[in-house]
């Protein structure tokens, strides 16, 4: 009858409403809402190879590598390289970044040091050299004194 | 969110994510199936619960509507939520349930324009108020056909959309899919979860039926019928029952079972001794005022503070309930070595200031609504 | 429903060059150098990690074993001492986690808006412009690699440093480790496939079929 005619007409209007805005803003480019992409189901990438996926690649890298540190600090790099100090620059020195207008200077205290070398319940002595007698070894002293950071084992 | 860990080793990237206003969507939508069902029961089983249907689906609408509220406030993107319906992932319940809801949206607005519709006719032509006679005029859609066969057709329709409509507060429950799925949590990842969960929802809508009588009997002036009380409270205990006989048999199958989430699940209940508390001890006895209230109004005599007292109760059940399930299981980690304790802040957007106006929202939608869409002849407006 | 349905018979478009992650816990001493590797090199923010170094002690007075598991700050500054008697430990051992980038990810199964997805190098990211912030994910991840970002109110995790290994680099992590538990490669390469022969190699949580890329060697029982 009429009036429910006409009611199924406003339904069916208020669903074409709906879809025409889901489907224009989606439509508005891939910029702002990226059209569905040749995946469904949230299993490929339906805005990431578009959108964040480029964006993510673009981000900037803070911590190179220790290759690129060789590059002006060449006899430290041989140095290091001989013996278990010879892992990354950074592990140390903290994140390139902005490095040469930032310096990256190290905390010479004993403290520093013993954050890997102390003993403590659960370092493996073939890992690392553990040091036990943490508190008389070297005492009233930084451990640069004797040690250099970048070759600290003696031949 | 204040989460400070309690006791044991948890993830260091765990919290407590979904607080407060999580707890009460799930318990308003269980409330909206709860309502439908009772209308479905008035539509097509129970004929002397015709008096209340206008009254049930009036007063489904704003739970409906706030059940929205919950979801804007917890979200860390609001302004962003429409992106459900631009992108959704079909394999995430949150994004079906969107399309459950809004398909409830409508069915519920259609059910009431049609089951409103001859005294929206009558009052577009005889009210005086001038704004809303222009609402009326325009909810008409023109048409102004009271005669019988237009009333019959109308009647055949209301019984079909009522059909959809059960289905879809039904289908509402797969919000509790939401929980059920996630195979990480051990406390969530059962399936008895959503079968609880739907029989805590009938009662707690039964419940919320019994109240609005009270309520729109009292303000509209109508004399109350025990048979309708005694036929409402019925279902309601028998959903009650049901659920909280799930939920014990849950915590029963678990503590048999013994495996690893139980350690952590015994653990985490001490934080939750007193939803815990609240949840046995207000079953029982709501169960047994319903029964006292039953018996009575067969006998013919209405006592309203029992009602109110065992309807308010399921009420609060349901929720310590949903409490439970939401939190309780958030209280645990995934380490399930550790458990943290949750306090929701006062504040904010997460606050309980926030919680506790999504909890009022419906009843403050609620005589806007019932002013358009009378339940009842206007019998005080007519006396004023 | 019909998606979950689809989750399962459309398979990720994958390339043969999927990335892997090996952990070596025996090589972990719980410096804590990666921790602050990933903060800076990912603007992490405070008390939230991509990565994060647990510690595991397990002792036994004569009974069976009790397992005793920390990570204050997420082992960021290092461990302290503990209060145990050194005769009773049976093992102690660091255990380093991170996102294990799942190769059937519950989190890209839960996210209703399809801002996390799994790349064809089987990398799992987020798009951060998409993300709504309901969180429904970081309940989903069974190993707790996912936090909320309060700063720009959406949910984040680690990358395996994306902007990084795309570029032919290693992520932060392994490249700050100073004892080469942490490493990282094409499924392809010598050195992961050699890792990968061990016997004692095993994934966290199995029983959960999440497939998880992050392989653990020299952990025992007891890490889940």
Known sequence: MKHVRRALVVFINILIILIVVIFGIKGLGEEVYPAIADKLFGVEGIYGTSGEQKEIIKKPVHAEGREYCSKCHEEIYRKSDQGKHNFD?????????????????VDSSREFCLGCHKATIGRDNETIRVLHNWENHGKDRVCTACHDPHHPWFD | MTTTVVEGFVYPNHEVFWGVLIVIYPYFVSIITGMVTVYAI?????????????????????????????????????????EIYLTPNFSSVMAVFGIVYLTELFTLLGEMWFLFRVDIVRMAQT????????????????????????????????????????????????VSFLFGVVKSNPWWNTTILPVSFVFGGLAAGGAMVLLLYLAFTRAYGIERKPNIISTVANYAFYFMLAAFALETINTILYAYKEDIA?????????????????????????????????????????????????????????????????????????????????????????????????????????PVVAYIFPPYERKLRAGL | MIGSLAFFLIKPAKSKDIFVYVVDSKKCIGCGSCVKACRAENHVPERKYRTWVERYVVTSNGELENIFVESPNGGEFGFGDLDVDE?????????????????????VKVCPVNATWITEEGVVLIDKSHCIGCKYCIQACPYGARYFNHHEKVVDKCTWCYHRIMRGMRPACVTVCPTGARMFGKLQDEHIQKTLRERNIRILKPELNTRPKVFYENVGWEVW
């Open chain 1, 89 to 105: 620059c950074q592990t140390c020195h903290g994140a390139a970044s902005d490095h040469p207008k930032m310096r990256l200077k």
């Open chain 2, 42 to 82: 008035a539509e097509f089983w129970r004929k002397e619960l015709k008096d209340i249907e206008k009254l049930v689906v009036i007063s489904s609408l704003p739970f409906v509507l706030s059940a929205l509220l919950p979801l804007l406030l917890d979200l860390g993107q609001p302004q962003r939520a429409f």
């Open chain 2, 127 to 174: 009210e005086s108020n001038k704004l809303l006679r222009l609402l009326y005029r325009i909810l008409t859609l023109g048409v102004y056909d009271i005669s019988e066969k237009a009333i019959k057709l109308d009647k055949k329709i209301i019984k079909i959309l009522t059909g959809i409509e059960l289905i879809a507060a039904w289908c509402l429950s797969y």
């Open chain 2, 262 to 366: 139980w350690a952590v699940i015994k653990l985490a209940s001490t934080e939750l001794a007193v939803p815990l508390a609240i949840q046995v001890i207000g079953s029982l006895e709501a169960l047994l005022f319903l029964k006292y209230v039953c018996y009575r109004c067969n006998l013919g005599k209405i006592d309203t503070p029992f009602i109110a007292i065992a309807s308010v109760t399921i009420l609060v059940v349901v929720f310590a309930m949903r409490w439970n399930m939401v939190i309780g299981a958030q209280l645990i980690d995934y380490s399930l070595r550790g458990f943290v304790s949750y306090t929701p802040p006062l504040w904010g957007r997460e606050g309980l200031i926030a919680a506790l106006g999504v909890l009022v929202a419906p009843f403050i939608m609620l």
């Open chain 3, 87 to 107: 005769n009773e430990i049976l093992r102690a051992y660091f255990v380093p986690k991170l996102c294990m980038h799942c190769d059937k990810p519950p989190c």
